[in-house]
């Protein structure tokens, strides 16, 4: 830079969103699986953050890196609150991930699956001991 000449913060955080981030095969497939296994993902909107709050051991930008790329391929849907980005996986992600991290094809992500009960949804009326709840005594 020329003497005497600043740079203001806005210019800066700009630079350093612009930076390229090299992202390894083993911390990009670890993410991948995640998003596969759960369907959804959140990551909140810090890129100096230095872990993630799911993934303890890859940092938060790595994260939002990898999947600000599936969202411009339209593989997640995202939406953005209260600087918290809230990903989820679509019908294409779900194939495109299947075909990266050679899945078969009748394995979906939780969100998909439906989860059998353990225990009856309605329970008989006479089991309760015949108190309705409304007093202790």
């Known amino acids: 830079l020329a003497q005497g000449l600043q740079i203001c913060p806005q210019t800066q955080a700009v630079r350093l969103q612009r930076a390229m981030v090299l992202i390894s095969k083993k911390t990009r497939r670890a993410i991948l699986e995640h998003v596969f296994k759960e369907g959804v993902i959140v990551v909140k909107h810090d890129p100096r953050a230095y ?11 790595h994260v ?8 411009s391929r339209n ?23 299947r075909e990266v991290l050679h899945l078969p094809p009748h394995v979906f ?16 009326e006479g089991a309760g001991g015949g108190d309705k709840g409304w007093s202790k005594g």
């Open 51 to 61: 872990r993630h709050n799911e993934l303890e051991d890859i940092p938060n930008l």
């Open 64 to 71: 939002m890196m990898v999947l600000r790329s599936l969202c």
């Open 75 to 97: 593989y997640v849907t995202e939406k953005f609150n209260w600087q918290w980005h809230y990903y989820f996986l679509t019908n294409e992600g779900i194939d495109y991930l």
């Open 109 to 124: 992500p939780s969100t998909l699956t439906k989860k059998s009960p353990t225990k009856p949804a309605l329970s008989p």
